[in-house]
């Protein structure tokens, strides 16, 4: 019999809140994290702007020595994972360590560092002279060793790489390991830090971001007519993954439990989604299956929604597919239009949006949006630029990246 996996703890560092209650606020308020970008002079380029974490010193959270060993994505990660942690409650002196593990995504890993270091190295005159940190800054699988080590968690760890699924494909893979009995425990999320010059440069040429440069407070519009491309943004996510009757022996706090997961490839374009949705709707079919649930149970989803053109209406047409009628009984929404495209990390805080607006009976809303799409059904609920009361018993979180892959969580009430 299959053990059943509970979320105990939670940790979010988003450019709308630089922990779980700011981010709350930021979600029922509907604030855009968009801002020109300070981390360098983006004047060069096409799109100025990104969703980049504010008020952030990684020294608040991190020794200053430690931290300059880190890129920016392994520092977000220790931070959430330290509020993640604490949020469980968990006795980091009785716990067995040996049956905790450490799942993280990302889908680029130590860009800062791969671009600051190279650059420099490459400017030296004679032989290249490299940091000793170099590698282990930038490899994507450094982030997991390091909260594993910080913490003495000998249990599963590595990293996965399935760009903006990368956080998803993490929580996934950990539902599968505890219910399976290979752990009691992971830590299981995403980091990314890629508002770099590279980033910016990188996504502006394949004219995926968009270029609101007057009005980027109102960029990221899903589902709205005028949208452009997404906004880039950075942060990580972490939750705590518990088996449930260890959880309930120790007391624990329990949020959510997921009870079904769909991973799918699209097998069509690197980048561009099945123009039907097709990859989308059969994870959205395998995570009802999954869970034993009907598509009527499902209350809420949190959709990939990334405000480019194509994106998000093969997601809305996957979704009809799948939901038919009861489409129309859902609420839907992006919760993209506030934070950005966080990419590998984008997965994790969207099932924590989820999961703050089931414990707090609300629906995030999609923000910015000022004209409906003819290409999309009006009857719809996409949440447009307010979030609605409602109470949420099962929702379903929606997460697809570069390369076709696809990923479907459904999480309930325990």
């Known amino acids: 019999m299959m053990r059943r996996v509970v979320v105990t703890g939670m940790g979010a560092l988003t450019p709308i809140g630089n922990n779980v209650a700011a981010y709350r606020e930021a979600l029922q308020k509907g604030i855009s994290g968009a801002g020109i970008i300070s981390r360098f002079d983006p004047s060069l380029f096409k799109t100025r702007f990104a969703c980049e974490l504010k008020n952030f010193a990684p020294e608040d959270f991190l020794d200053k020595k430690e931290a300059r060993k880190l890129d920016p994505f392994a520092q977000y990660a220790l931070v959430v994972a330290e509020e993640c942690i604490k949020d469980s409650e968990i006795d980091l002196l009785s716990v067995d360590k040996s049956r905790i593990g450490v799942i993280w995504g990302s889908g680029i890993g130590g860009f800062y560092t791969l671009e600051t270091d190279l650059s420099e190295a490459a400017l030296n005159s004679g032989t290249p002279r490299y940091s000793p940190f170099l590698i282990p800054k930038l490899i ?18 590595y990293g996965t790489v399935s760009a903006c699924a990368s956080s998803s494909h993490a929580i996934s893979n950990a539902f599968d390991y505890i219910r399976h009995g290979k752990a009691n425990m992971i830590l299981a999320g995403g980091s990314e830090a890629a508002v770099t010059r590279a980033g910016i440069g990188g996504f502006s040429s394949m004219k995926a971001l968009s270029e609101r440069n007057d009005d980027f407070l109102t960029a ?5 007519k005028e949208r452009d491309g997404f906004v880039l943004g950075e942060g990580a996510g972490a939750l705590l993954l518990e088996e449930f009757e260890h959880a309930k022996s120790r ?10 997961t769909g991973l799918t490839g699209d097998a069509y374009h690197i980048t561009a989604p099945h123009p039907e949705g097709l990859g989308a709707k059969v994870a959205m079919e395998l995570a009802l299956e999954e869970a034993g649930m009907n598509p009527d149970q499902v209350d809420y989803i949190n959709t990939h929604g990334t405000s480019t053109p194509l994106g998000d209406i093969a ?10 009628d009861h489409s129309y009984k859902l609420n839907i929404s992006s919760t993209k239009s506030m934070t950005g495209h966080l990419l590998g990390a984008a997965g994790v805080i969207e099932c924590i949006a989820g999961m703050l607006g089931m414990k707090y009976n609300f629906i995030p809303p999609t923000i910015n949006h000022f004209t409906d799409d003819p290409e999309l059904d009006p009857k719809l609920n996409f949440t447009f630029n307010e ?6 018993n099962c929702f379903l979180s929606n997460t697809f990246g570069f390369g076709g892959h696809n990923s479907s969580m459904i999480f309930k009430k325990c």
Do not use: T, W
Request: hydrophobic share 40%.
């Open 220 to 224: 990221s519009r899903p589902y709205d």
């Open 387 to 392: 979030a609605q009361s409602r109470g949420i």
């Open 140 to 157: 994507s699988d450094i982030a997991p060793g390091h909260i594993s080590i910080k913490y003495g968690f000998m249990g599963i760890n």
């Open 251 to 260: 007391g624990a706090k329990i949020y959510a439990e997921i009870c079904g």
């Open 315 to 324: 997601e809305v047409k996957a979704i009809l597919k799948v939901f038919k």
